[in-house]
């Protein structure tokens, strides 16, 4: 499908887990929208909140572009849908994650958003790139200098986030913006597959499979084959042809974005070629 100067391909897959409970992630993956939500908040609230958090990307499904303030404006009524799913004393709340497809004069590119630990990374030119950072305990830690990557991968705390739609937070989401290129492909999962999962190998999978459903479908697998202790959400979006082809798609009534396009991603995570 062409979007926002981009063609692109993808392909989903989704999985409760293997400890019996309920899945309360979403997703949404229809061009120009690849997002996945993780809800929390137990007796179904979890998966109320994190429907309703997708709901408000689906008006996007189809248009040329989406630019960072409908994005934002998107989030903003999802806190306020996920405020409203609260009972008593029990908060409902979700992470959110994710690619939209935008442009910035003839050029597309990736709108990366992020609330919490679900994660987007970006795989091009034989490596592996975690772009969102994850809003946790331990990465507040590993940013610190406090604790390193491996062992922020086994502590005790390593579920606890710090950010979220709902839940009782105001934090507010990060965004990155990358020029799309022929070849990209660009991953978005919930942490069911970045906690069963290490980075090495999760970029072995992406240049195994050529197809992006495959790709999909095989990440969700290998979760499960390593513990699948937590529900697991995967999206695979591949940028398709070359640079000139992708720039030669720009819909003639698509809307510029008002990002600033000088923003980029930390430095390259879990590399691997």
Known sequence: MTSAAVQVGHGAAT????????????????????VVADGMGGHEAGARASAAVVAEFQAFVGAPSVSNAEVRAAIARARSSVDALATGERAAGATLTGVVLTRVGDAG????????????????????????????????????GRMDAGTAARHARRNEITRAIGAGSVGEADFWMLPAEGGDRILVCSDGLSTELDDERIARILA????????????????????????VTVIVVDALGDADELYDTVPAGGRSDDADIETRPRAAAGGSS
């Open 109 to 144: 590119y990736w709108l990366v958003m992020n609330v919490g630990d679900s994660r987007t990374y970006r795989w091009s030119h034989g490596r592996l790139e975690q772009i969102s950072i994850d809003h946790s305990v331990v990465q507040e830690l590993v940013d610190a």
């Open 15 to 34: 999985h409760a887990g293997l400890r019996g409970r309920a899945n309360e992630d979403a997703y949404l993956a229809a061009a120009p929208v690849f």
């Open 208 to 231: 195994d499979e050529r197809e992006p459903q495959d790709a999909a479908t095989r990440l969700v697998h290998e979760a499960l084959l390593h513990g699948g202790r937590d529900n």
